[in-house]
């Protein structure tokens, strides 16, 4: 997806950045603009590198004859080219702009010529929100079909506290994602994700967990709404942001994880098991912290309930993709639990390399298929791999479970 990041003159514009490389992440190509204002605050060079491309800083800043003629068509042409304008931070001053049709730089003049999907995330003082002037021109921006992705509450960096702050760029960049795909095709689908680590107590402050950090099932979960499915992410404890769009179920324990997932199988059309669910809890931990001695301990522990296997009893004609974190063997292994587990698909994880499973923001998996193939997906961003996982499920009901 071609996207065109507007950047306004305000202190989250230093934000920005890692929106820009949020959206990479998710496989867009990205356009910086930045208003003179902006340039106050960031410079164009650190978007330019994280980008790869030159950034659009000002209408008439060109030199020569060659070059106004070249840039006085520029905006109409990044208007043409581009499927979604989001503009963030989103100042008082550019939405008051936009609401009114003023020109005076690129990012307003392309704003006028541009057609796509137009997506505002404002940022400001709450007073400044709050006014009567920056209602009205929200309210006139929402009616003429501008996405408003309103403002955090928190402290702000004038000191006060209040409604104001940019969203987390995650989850501004999840947001664009789902606004402007242009693939609806799991549209009618309802998938149910678990995503995370599970957390075992053994005493009240102590519990046993895993590394998974929840980007892979969280990726998952972004990419499907953004190809328009309705998304039950149900997520072990982690420091993520929930994806736009996506109902979010917070468990900590795998019992927890079990029955949240068991409560919404009957609305499911598809399971992705991509959760890290630990395989044994302490059965009945103790009220009190259990307090230090010298001598050795051991903690008896007994087997949690096998999610995966209970749904692959359960699962009628849904789909049922597992995940398989190895450390050798990885299609074998693969391919034994899908069948031991029912599934229809299983994502094989070699944990063991550098920069991929557990924690990165990167994996390599090979998909083994009930059809009997197995297909290898390099290293690329989690994002991508869960467009591939996806693309790979659709093809994978069409084979198993088309009803003519
Ligand atoms: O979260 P990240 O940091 O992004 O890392 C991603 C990941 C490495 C956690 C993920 O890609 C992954 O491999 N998830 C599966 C981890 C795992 O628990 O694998 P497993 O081979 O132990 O389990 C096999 C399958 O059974 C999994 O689908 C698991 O969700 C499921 N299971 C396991 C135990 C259990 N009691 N119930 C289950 O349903």
Request: proline letters at 5%; a neutral charge; charged letters at 25%.
């Amino acid at each position: 997806m071609n996207v065109i990041l507007g950047v306004g003159g305000g202190i989250a514009a230093y934000k920005a950045a890692e929106l820009a490389r949020a959206l990479m992440e998710h496989g867009a190509s990205v356009q910086v603009v930045l208003t003179a204002a902006a340039e106050e605050f960031i410079r164009p060079l650190t978007f330019a590198a994280l980008t790869n491309r030159k950034v659009i800083t000002d209408l008439f800043a060109a030199r020569s004859a060659e070059e106004t003629l070249a840039s006085s068509v520029e905006h109409i042409r990044a208007a043409q080219e581009n499927e979604v304008l989001v503009v963030a931070p989103a100042t008082a001053d550019l939405l008051a702009k936009f609401a009114h049709g003023l020109a005076p730089d690129f990012l307003t003049t392309l704003y006028l010529a541009f057609t796509g999907k137009v997506i505002l995330a404002p940022a400001m003082n709450t007073n400044m929100w709050n006014h009567p002037a920056t209602r009205d021109n929200i309210e006139t921006l929402a009616a003429r079909g501008n996405y408003i992705l309103p403002p955090d509450e928190g402290l702000l960096a004038c000191g006060t506290t209040g409604a104001g702050r940019l969203p987390d760029p995650a989850r501004i960049a999840d947001a664009v994602m789902t606004i402007g795909h242009p693939r609806k095709d799991l549209d009618g689908e309802v998938l149910v994700i678990s995503a995370g680590p599970t957390q075992e107590a053994i005493d009240p402050v102590r519990f046993i967990s895993n590394r998974s950090s929840g980007k892979m099932g969280y990726a998952l979960a972004a990419k499907a709404a953004a190809r328009g499915a309705r998304v039950v992410l149900v997520s072990g404890p982690v420091n993520l942001p929930g994806p736009y769009g996506v109902e979010v179920v917070s468990v900590r324990s795998a019992a927890e994880m079990r029955d949240a997932v068991m409560t919404h199988l009957e609305e499911a059309t598809i399971i992705i098991k991509s959760a890290a669910v630990a395989d044994y809890y302490v059965a009945n931990p103790p009220p009190q912290k259990i307090k230090k001695t010298a001598a050795r301990m051991s903690i008896e522990l007994d087997p949690t309930a096998d999610i995966l296997a209970e749904l692959g009893r359960k699962k009628g004609d849904r789909l049922l993709i597992g995940f398989a974190a190895e450390t050798q063997n990885l299609v074998q292994e693969g391919r034994r639990k899908m069948e031991t587990k029912n599934c229809d698909m299983v994502v094989a994880n070699l944990v063991t390399r550098e920069g991929a499973g557990f924690e990165s923001d990167e994996n390599e998996v090979t998909l083994v298929l009930r059809t009997g193939e197995s297909i290898q997906v390099p290293r690329m961003s989690k994002f991508e791999v869960a467009d591939k996982i996806l693309d790979q499920a659709l093809k994978l009901r069409l084979a198993l479970y088309s009803r003519t």
